[in-house]
């Protein structure tokens, strides 16, 4: 049998925990959308050195696109988590440290294909990349998610 002490701090628990598993489900147009605006961001460096006037204007466009998710994304979920504030359970901080991790290798396998095959080679890289890995991402963060509720009851 537990001791109030005990019920006490799984509460805390399960509060802190609170942003990080209570969330809703991830739409399937996510990914692609997600991998589709990198390779725009990317994309757009195809005019950094020969049109300033498209350059520029494409970017400050997906800029706001961002800003403009970032912000719905705040809304649909309401307290998102997010590194720095607050620790989150042991689950889904490893489930960060492999996002953070797989980002780097993307960076730098992107950052090659730029550099040997040029800005469109490396945007539908990034495409496929960042598609497929927010995609198994989403599926590995659901699962941790699943595991913390399941041990916080």
Do not use: N
């Amino acid at each position: 049998m537990e001791s109030d002490a005990e019920e006490q701090l799984r509460i805390i628990e399960r509060a802190e925990a609170a942003p990080y598993v209570s969330y809703p489900k991830t739409p399937g147009w996510y990914p692609p959308v997600i991998g589709l605006w990198v390779a725009a961001l990317i994309g757009v460096f195809t005019w950094w050195r020969d049109s300033a006037a498209l350059f520029f204007p494409a970017l400050v466009v997906l800029i706001g696109l961002e800003i403009a998710f970032l912000v719905w994304m705040q809304r649909r979920h309401g307290a998102m988590p997010f590194p720095g504030r607050g620790k989150p359970p042991r689950e889904i901080g490893q489930i960060w440290k492999g996002y953070f991790a797989g980002v780097m290798v993307v960076v730098v396998i992107v950052a090659a294909v730029w550099w040997l095959a040029g800005v469109p080679a490396a945007a539908a890289t990034a495409f496929v990349l960042v598609t497929s890995g927010i995609w198994y991402y989403e599926r590995r963060y659901a699962v941790a998610a699943a595991q913390v509720r399941e041990r916080l009851g």
